[in-house]
């Protein structure tokens, strides 16, 4: 142990905590981004080195075998993982990061420092290691399904609203008694762990796979929110600091989430949406829609001069983003101008999709969000809708006693023509019958994404050589 | 550090987070998310302090998994946050 005083520590913590909000506020663009994640990890790197100066008197070895092994898994994790699986990734690192914060915590009351502990720390650690615990299981329970281990439909089992309500009372009540000094006891603790670690199994499991997005970030901000009690409970500034940065990143991205599905927080939690009754009253009327194949596709699309994508889930399940930007390619060099429409709950995971374009090489300036790309819809010759279903749908814009009414939805409709890959007649996650695909401007291309964009890029070229 | 200074640094810094991270585009949503998941690896730093005064078996297990499952993050998570910014590029001559 090095003679560090607490000042200088500190200020160590202080620049490592000005790193991490310059490397943040550096992701305000895509230039200047990776330089401010390196940033970050610099800070991060300052902040493990003195603390490690100045605590370690014993156990040295058993630090650096924690961090060799976490540091090989981590290695591993992020360079072989494929980017179609980053809300996998991001949602077990979330996990970890919330176990991490309740261990540490359960830590400070397994083995305290003073005989007694004052009410405020007993509230940050009974803070932490509920919001840990749920942390922690509710991103392995978001991990299995979007691994499809776990059914991705919404898995709801009977009472579940009246079951949950009664653990977070449960919850809220072994909490407020654990900070009561004189009834606080590791029983108590073991209870509201076993509790917490329930809570975070049966909150998500409900959810279905189009609301994953909500669920990632708001596990985000819980892993924040964890962190930053468990500074609490160490008198650690810089865990406050970064836990309430993130926090703040979390419950932030989480709004703008369920904005763009204009639903609330509750709504999704309670799982209104894609629920038993939703897909029934959907697909009882046999209707007419038109189909085209890969031939006519290329034709039309050989011809335009503006083309929009749409990119949705499905085009991440098809693994065909190399070949978007493949077709797309072609269609530049002769001429066609290309833009990309990104919904903001595209996906299973914030930025999801322009992720995976950005991996398949597509520029970033023509990936547009929402507000951007909804004028140009009627300047746009061609719509190519891919995998994406229910943020395409006009009826949400029209019909009041649609459960998407009032969702902000990509005008697609807008456009002079509209191509919608698709598998098969499914209905979207919402179990709503898309608007959409009976307009007369629309043609559907049936078949697995991919092969058909394939198919459309060779004649394509074959149109370019007669 | 008493109890006052702790709860002004932690309201000070949801509002410094709320300002700097309404910046990010929806572009970079998914590395804002990988990238500040590491950030709040930050309790690694939480895991050191308490391996250091592990006494017995069981204190130390616990700990050591605690900076196991920090380290994951902080690595994992900077390390797949710049793989995917790497991968974000402007289009050349076009626009």
Known sequence: ?466 | MDLLPLIIIFALSLFIGYEVITKVPSTLHTPLMSGSNAISGIVIVGAIIIVSNANGILAIIISVIAIILATINVVGGFMVTDRMLAMFKRSKNRD
């Open chain 1, 1 to 466: 142990m090095l003679e560090i005083s607490s000042n200088i520590e500190n200020i160590v913590y202080l620049i490592s905590a000005s790193l991490f909000i310059i490397g943040l506020k550096r992701l305000a663009s895509p230039t200047t981004a990776r330089n401010g994640n390196r940033l970050a990890s610099l800070g991060m790197l300052i902040a493990i080195i003195v603390t490690i100066l100045k605590y370690t008197d014993n156990n040295f070895e058993w630090i650096i075998i924690g961090i060799v092994i976490g540091g090989l898994l981590g290695i591993i994790l992020s360079k072989y993982v494929q980017m179609t699986a980053i809300p996998q990734l991001v949602a077990i690192f979330n996990g970890f990061g919330g176990g991490a914060s309740a261990l540490v915590a359960i830590y400070e009351i397994l083995y305290p420092k003073e005989s007694v502990i004052s009410i405020f720390v007993l509230a940050a650690i009974a803070f932490s290691t509920i919001l840990g615990s749920l942390t922690l299981t509710g991103s392995f329970i978001a991990f299995g399904k979007l691994q499809e281990i776990i059914p991705t439909r919404p898995i709801l089992f009977p009472l579940r609203n009246y079951l949950n309500s009664l653990l977070l009372l449960l919850i809220v009540f072994f909490a407020i008694i654990m900070v009561i000094p004189n009834f606080s006891s590791l029983n108590i603790l073991y209870i509201l762990i076993a509790l917490s670690l329930l809570a975070g199994i049966l909150i998500v499991i409900p959810i279905g796979g189009a609301d994953m997005p909500v669920i990632i970030a708001l596990l985000n901000s819980y892993s924040g929110i964890a962190g930053a009690g468990a500074g609490f409970v160490l008198n650690n500034p810089v865990l406050i600091i970064s836990g309430s940065l993130v926090g703040a990143s979390g419950l932030i991205l989480t709004r703008i989430m369920i904005k763009a599905m204009n639903r609330s927080l509750a709504n999704v939690i309670l799982g209104g949406l894609g629920s038993d009754d939703g897909s029934q009253h959907a697909t009882n009327e046999n209707r007419l829609v038109k189909s085209l194949n890969t031939e006519d596709a290329a034709m039309i699309l050989g011809y335009a001069e503006n083309v929009i994508f749409v990119p949705g889930y499905g085009l991440a399940v098809a693994q065909a983003q190399h070949q978007i930007n493949e077709l797309a390619n072609i269609l530049k060099d002769n001429g066609t101008k290309i833009k990309y429409a990104i919904h903001p709950v595209a996906g299973r995971m914030p930025g999801h999709m322009n992720v995976l374009l950005a991996e398949a090489n597509i520029p970033y300036n023509e990936l547009k969000d929402l507000d951007e790309i909804n004028s140009e819809f009627d300047n746009a010759d061609v719509a190519v809708v891919i995998g994406a279903n229910d943020v395409t749908n006009p009826i949400a814009r029209t019909d009041p006693s649609s459960p998407i009414y009032g969702m902000p939805i990509l005008n697609v409709d807008k456009a002079k023509s509209v191509i919608v890959l698709k598998r098969s007649m499914a209905s979207g996650f919402a179990g709503i019958e898309n608007e959409l695909f009976f307009l007369d401007k629309t043609s559907l291309l049936f078949g697995d994404a991919k092969d058909s964009i394939e198919e459309m890029t060779r004649e394509i070229k074959n149109l370019d050589n007669i």
